[in-house]
T-cell receptor, first 114, second 111 residues
Framework: GAGVSQSPSNKVTEKGKDVELRCDPI?????LYWYRQSLGQGLEFLIY????????KSGLPSDRFSAERTGGSVSTLTIQRTQQEDSAVYLC????????????FGPGTRLLVL | KNQVEQSPQSLIILEGKNCTLQ??????????LRWYKQDTGRGPVSLTI?????NTKSNGRYTATLDADTKQSSLHITASQLSDSASYIC??????????FGTGTRLTIIP
């Protein structure tokens, strides 16, 4: 069965450029999360989508970061005017209904900002 | 501030040996605690989940314990295999959807 997929798997960009990261959650999963994992750091929550509710954006580090989820399925995380400190692995996770349900993670997108 | 601290930061053991990883947390209120395994270049995969009333949970060679009074958890790996080499992340859920992640223990199994 298909798990959570993310694309691209790796992205190298120049400082100041915009990037878009894509997440395809498991079909039928109502909740979708974006996390950032920096080298030697724990996972940092960025944003959470649940069904048709307004997303929880409390983890976004700056207004250069935004995300949307179209049709309750695919999500795109956009980073505008990238900075070197944005370099990290960006992980997407989805889960089925029920907050105790397991989050299933994608393989991540490794972003390197030069 | 909600925090999850893991120790050791890294660990190297011989194949076949046992090991125990530690997790201390200050998350409150407490909902559940999970241990995840993250292979290099992959996303984390859930190993165990424990709620307040559970103090032991096993998944094959992995056994997790939870002491909700002292806010400590451990993950014990029995008869380690080379495929156990990975980062092990302790994750605590508080209220709502907030998860607090530890920085992980990097485990290396050598033949």
């Amino acid at each position: 069965g298909a798990g959570v997929s993310q694309s691209p798997s790796n992205k190298v960009t120049e400082k100041g450029k915009d990037v878009e990261l894509r997440c395809d959650p498991i079909s039928g999963h109502t909740a979708l999360y974006w996390y950032r994992q920096s080298l030697g750091q724990g996972l940092e929550f960025l944003i959470y989508f649940q069904g048709n509710s307004a997303p929880d954006k409390s983890g976004l580090p700056s207004d250069r970061f935004s995300a949307e989820r179209t049709g309750g399925s695919v999500s795109t995380l956009t980073i505008q005017r990238t900075q070197q400190e944005d370099s990290a692995v960006y992980l997407c996770a989805s889960r089925s209904a029920g907050v105790q349900e397991t989050q299933y993670f994608g393989p991540g997108t490794r972003l390197l900002v030069l | 501030k909600n925090q999850v601290e893991q120790s050791p930061q890294s660990l190297i053991i011989l194949e076949g040996k046992n090991c125990t990883l530690q997790c201390n947390y200050t998350v409150s209120p407490f909902s559940n605690l999970r241990w995840y395994k993250q292979d290099t270049g992959r996303g984390p995969v859930s190993l165990t989940i424990m709620t307040f009333s559970e103090n032991t949970k096993s998944n094959g060679r992995y056994t997790a314990t939870l002491d909700a009074d002292t806010k400590q958890s451990s993950l014990h790996i029995t008869a380690s295999q080379l495929s156990d080499s990975a980062s092990y992340i302790c994750v605590v859920r508080g209220d709502y959807e907030k998860l607090t992640f530890g920085t992980g223990t990097r485990l290396t199994i050598i033949p």
